[in-house]
């Protein structure tokens, strides 16, 4: 959807709470807190709800990515706009400079945008294939790593396994979705976990390289193998599309954030996880994704996570 047309089809508070309701509730009210559908509309305020059983008012935004914030959501609407139609990315002083908002909501916002575009779980199927991949600094021969903590502000010298880069595993069915996860040990455990969280054994085929955490994967699902040291393809047997997703996230983020924190790193993988996988879609995108963000899930409620544990459950579960 054109920003143009934003601006003219939601450009008051009323006409964006109508529109929301309509993507939750259909045609019935629904309170979040006892979903009771006996409810009538309030006096006091446009777009707020009363509850006749639990005796609670309410609006559309109660537990979703829009809870508790004072920005207007013809505002909202705009930067999600910028947000989906920028294919590599946008940064928050960028969305500042469009929405004129500040820098610190410009960022809030954004955070909360890309909570919004976490998709529920769905398994991968057909032919998969399965890579690793690095993400830091850009190596230079005047600095270097002096400890063994991941960290994507310090510069390592040596690139890809054997690095102190934080390591991201992706998964991509061919002509399909991909996945990825954050991943602090490349062990055989973690791998299989992964696995199968997002694949499908049945009527599945995973491709993958030479990389020997990879072998214990031939006892959930077939397996081929394609060695980088002979050949980057042999028939069917590849793993060019998963390679080509890392070039796609990892030149957004170089044109666009310059870098990144570990401890946010997650929040970004997602947002390159929706663009990809809704790379096909024709639809209205703005629609498509505020029936996303306004499903009732715990990790929308609040974008930024209360304590280092939260921050790794969202990031590594």
């Known amino acids: 959807m054109k920003l143009s047309e934003v601006y003219k089809k939601y450009n008051t508070q009323a006409k964006c709470l109508k529109k929301l309701e309509v993507l939750r509730w259909g045609k019935t009210v629904k309170c979040p807190y006892c979903e009771s559908k006996s409810t009538r509309p309030t006096k006091s305020e446009a777009g707020r709800h009363s509850c006749k059983t639990c005796k609670r008012s309410f609006t559309v935004m109660v537990g979703t ?9 013809p505002k909202w609407f705009e930067l999600a706009t910028l947000m989906l139609n920028a294919k590599g990315g946008m940064n928050a002083m960028e969305l500042k400079r469009n929405v004129k908002v500040t820098y610190k909501t410009a960022y809030y916002v954004a955070m909360r945008i890309r909570i919004g575009m976490l998709e529920p ?19 230079r021969k005047l600095r270097a790593v002096t400890d063994n903590t991941p960290s994507l502000a310090k510069v390592d010298l040596k690139r890809g396994r054997g690095t102190h880069k934080i390591s991201v595993v992706g998964m991509v069915q061919r002509k399909g979705k991909v996945r990825t996860k954050v991943v602090e040990k490349l062990t055989k455990r973690n791998l299989l976990s992964m696995l ?7 009527n599945s085929l995973l491709m993958t390289d030479c990389f020997r955490s990879y072998k214990t994967l031939e006892q959930y699902i077939d397996r081929l193998v394609i060695n980088h040291s002979k050949a980057y393809s042999k028939g069917i047997t590849h793993i060019n599309t998963i390679e080509g997703y890392w070039s796609f996230v990892k030149n957004g983020i170089r044109g666009n954030f310059k870098s990144i924190s570990k401890k946010y790193l997650p929040f970004y993988l997602i947002e390159y996880e929706w663009k990809y996988n809704h790379r096909n879609f024709k639809g209205n995108q703005l629609e498509n994704f505020l029936k996303n963000a306004l499903k009732h899930e715990k990790e929308l409620e609040y974008w930024k996570a209360q304590s280092t544990q939260q921050v790794k459950e969202i990031a590594y579960d």
């Not at 809870?67 to 207007?72: I, K, N, T, W």
């Not at 779980?121 to 190596?139: H, P, Q, R, V, W």
């Open 65 to 73: 990515i829009f809870e508790h914030s004072a920005l207007p959501l």
């Open 121 to 139: 779980d769905t398994k991968l199927n057909g032919i998969i294939e399965m890579d690793e991949s690095y993400f830091g600094g850009k190596a």
């Open 196 to 202: 199968k969280r997002y694949a499908k054994k049945d």
